[in-house]
């Protein structure tokens, strides 16, 4: 069945030139959308078609469904938890839709149903893989198409819905699925756990390694460098000042015996000079010694304001005084006495003066000494300083480590994102599938959709022309004729030619209105002529001369056919009219060998005035029998000027059938020879884009078109638009209305004896 366009009438598209490429180029208003009619219209046009596609569809879909076994569905309720280390759900109360949508997915995933198979054998279970052995990939692949998630925007809970031939299978495959993702979380996560804590044990010996190493190499620089614990620090500071202390109170001490052995001799002459000593003032001498001794050892700490000073100064001058009254009243009798150890005292003193001098020389070498220490350790802290900071920095992450590796072992396993159960799948009691009412109805909706669709892209890409409204719209032609499609082909002999033998006939009646039309285009009383040329061979322009010259005859001209279609091979129905007279051929007179009345028929004295309604002259045909070797010379010299002047003057109306415009240029020679240019298109065959090449080659100089071979009873029930759609209604004006008037058996049997046919004749 030939596929048409859509053919939409003057509001919807606009006219114009085609294209290049053939396709009618359209206005902005062919976008519009079609209008309720046209697309009953459409529908009508291929209501076979559609209706073979709905009902293959619908019985399809009935066939399944009615094969198909019970199925029920089980649906089991889960909420998404975000649990924290406690165990405690942290989901706020916005919902994370993502954490949802996420989750969601996993239920979905072909590793979850894996698991539900290894968990439930249902690779081995015979009602789940009805009988068939299954891999547990295949029998996964089964369990996701019968198994749905539903999660909803607003909302942290799924729904998990399992389709099943047993519905305690799918109850139990519902409620698995909760239970394998958990064990399948806890196994991933105990992988993972495992895994993190041998990285991080390994990462501990490393970092255990490096303290080792930063700790010996500290050790090594206070070695190498005599460091202490604590060397040049506080501690060796204070340790300074104490030395310091001590070698100034070895200075006082020296001081306070050379004091002494000066008191000593003092005392001896005073005692020499007095004469008397006592106990009470060798007291009181000790006391002046232990006061003096005292003040010497505060003055380096101490200045003479203080207040301490100030009351050992005091007591020493109370004793002064107690001393200077003792004396006076011992002088005398103590100075005798006295005289024999004053040099015993002075030898003791000056040793004493002696030992605390050679102890502050002593303290004062070790003073310098630490100090000079200190000063090399001040300068190697530096270098102890930056290596202490690489074991503090070692050792923080070795402490951070260790922390981490506990903290791992002691979460749960619940941490993190987490389904539980709120409402586990019951037994379902009442099958969900199969539903053929449901499954039939939506058939036959989407089936019908689906049809229009085809239609539209079969209409949007069919490129045939076949109404007038097209050659008026796409290159501003106007239709004289649309020649029905004749049961048999012309006959061979013009005086059973069916316009003349059956002038009763649609195609008597449309050749007529076409010899009208023709003769509307001449121009005064004159004889006229007129080129009948196609696109392509085969469309029928030869058959359409013929019809054209038997119209004009009928309506009382003297009509003549020249058949310059002088390359064409095979035998046509005007070389067979040719070979079945005796004249001589056209080409003889192209030649030069013969004169146009030797091509003529002589007049037949023998026939009869002619009948009403009978043409008072035969249109005569003159052709060639063979193909012509060159007809190009003969088509571009002045015989052809010669000829059509010549026959002028015997005919009115001249119908010169040309070669196709795109086989070959003759054509557009022998269109500037010729009054008008009529274009031959073969109705649902002739595509835009040959009739755009063709009116491009003979730039636009057609006059006007005849649609050939038209399927009068197709075009009406197809609804292409135009006259042709109301023929059907006025078949009984005309006398093949049996033909019109066929069922669709008797169209589709000859189409099959026509296709038989060719093939045979192929």
């Not at 539903?435 to 490129?463: R, Y």
């Amino acid at each position: 069945m030939a596929s048409t366009p859509i053919i939409l009438p003057s509001p919807y598209v606009s006219g114009g030139a085609a294209d290049a490429d053939g396709a009618p180029r359209q206005s902005g208003s062919a976008g519009q959308p079609l209008s309720p009619h046209q697309i009953w219209n459409l529908v009508r046009r291929h209501a076979v078609l559609i209706a073979s596609i709905v009902a293959a569809c619908v019985i399809a879909v009935l066939i399944m469904q009615l094969r198909q076994n019970e199925l029920y569905e089980a649906t089991a309720t889960v909420q998404v938890e975000l649990n924290d280390s406690s165990g405690a759900n942290q989901a706020d109360a916005a919902r994370n839709l993502q954490r949802v949508a996420n989750e969601a997915r996993i239920y979905r995933s072909s590793a979850l149903a894996e698991e539900v198979v290894k968990d439930l054998a249902l690779d081995t279970n015979p009602v789940f893989t009805g009988g068939r052995t299954m891999t547990i990939q295949g029998a996964a692949r089964l369990l996701s198409t019968h198994t749905r998630v539903v999660s909803t925007n607003d909302s942290d809970f799924i729904d998990i819905a399992v389709r099943s031939g047993s519905p305690q299978l799918a109850q139990r495959i519902a409620n698995q699925h909760v239970d394998s993702l958990q064990e399948l979380r806890r196994e991933r996560r105990q992988n993972w756990r495992d895994k993190l804590l041998r990285e991080i044990a390994i990462e501990r010996e490393r970092l255990a390694a490096e303290l080792g190493e930063a700790e010996k190499a500290v050790a090594d620089f206070r070695r190498d460098n005599r460091m202490l614990i604590g060397a040049g620090s506080a501690e060796d500071y204070q340790q300074i000042n104490r030395l310091a202390s001590e070698a100034a109170s070895a200075a006082a001490l020296q001081s306070a015996s050379a004091v002494r052995s000066a008191g000593v001799r003092s005392a001896a002459l005073a005692r020499t000079s007095a004469g008397a000593t006592s106990p009470v003032l060798q007291q009181l001498e000790r006391e002046r010694v232990a006061l003096a001794q005292q003040r010497s050892d505060l003055s380096v700490a101490l200045g003479s304001a203080h207040p301490k000073m100030q009351r050992l100064e005091a007591q020493i001058a109370q004793v002064d005084a107690d001393m200077a009254r003792v004396r006076s009243s011992v002088v005398a009798a103590e100075t005798a006495r006295n005289a024999a150890e004053t040099a015993r005292e002075q030898r003791l003193a000056s040793g004493e003066a002696g030992a605390d001098f050679a102890r502050a020389a002593s303290l004062q070498a070790r003073v310098r000494q630490l100090t000079d220490r200190a000063f090399a350790s001040n300068r190697a802290n530096v270098d102890l300083a930056a290596l202490d900071r690489r074991v503090e920095v070692a050792r923080q992450a070795y402490i951070t480590t260790a922390q981490r590796a506990q903290t791992i072992q002691a979460e749960l396993d619940t941490t993190g994102i987490n389904s539980t159960m709120v409402s586990a799948a019951t037994v379902p009691t009442v099958p969900v599938s199969p539903t053929p009412k449901k499954a039939v109805l939506a058939a036959l909706v989407g089936s019908f959709l689906l049809a229009l669709l085809l239609v539209l892209a079969i209409e949007m890409f069919d490129n045939r022309l076949r109404t007038s409204d097209q050659l008026q719209r796409l290159y501003g032609l106007p239709t004289f004729a649309m020649l029905p499609k004749l049961k048999d082909p012309l006959p061979e002999e013009m005086e059973s030619n069916p316009v003349l033998t059956d002038p009763q006939s649609l195609y008597a009646e449309v050749a007529r209105a076409l010899a009208h039309e023709v003769a509307d285009l001449a121009h005064g009383a004159g004889p006229q002529s007129i080129l009948v040329t196609s696109p392509l061979p085969g469309d029928g322009k030869s058959s359409v001369s013929l019809t054209l010259a038997a119209a004009a005859s009928a309506l009382g001209r003297r009509a003549v056919v020249v058949d310059l279609d002088l390359r064409r091979t095979g035998t046509g129905v005007l070389r067979s009219i040719q070979s079945n007279s005796d004249a001589p051929s056209l080409l003889d007179y192209l030649t030069g060998k013969s004169e146009l009345p030797d091509l003529l028929p002589p007049p037949d004295a023998s026939r009869s005035a002619p009948a009403e309604g009978e043409a008072a002259h035969l249109p005569v045909v003159l052709s060639t029998p063979v193909r012509v070797p060159d007809p190009a010379a003969l088509i571009r010299g002045s015989q052809i000027t010669r000829l059509l002047s010549d026959l002028r003057e015997q005919f009115d109306l001249i119908v010169i059938n040309a070669p196709a415009v795109l086989a070959v240029h003759d054509a557009r020679l022998l269109s500037s020879a010729a009054d008008s240019t009529l274009m031959v298109v073969r109705w649902g065959s002739t595509t835009t884009g040959q009739m755009s090449a063709a009116m491009q080659m003979l730039q636009n100089q057609a006059t006007g078109a005849v649609i050939n071979q038209v399927d009068y009873r197709e075009h009406a029930r197809r609804r292409y638009g135009g006259a042709v759609d109301y023929y059907m209604g006025a078949a009984s004006y005309y006398s093949d209305r049996e033909e019109l008037r066929r069922g669709w058996l008797q169209v589709w049997r000859d189409r099959l004896h026509a296709l038989y046919g060719r093939a045979a004749a192929r």
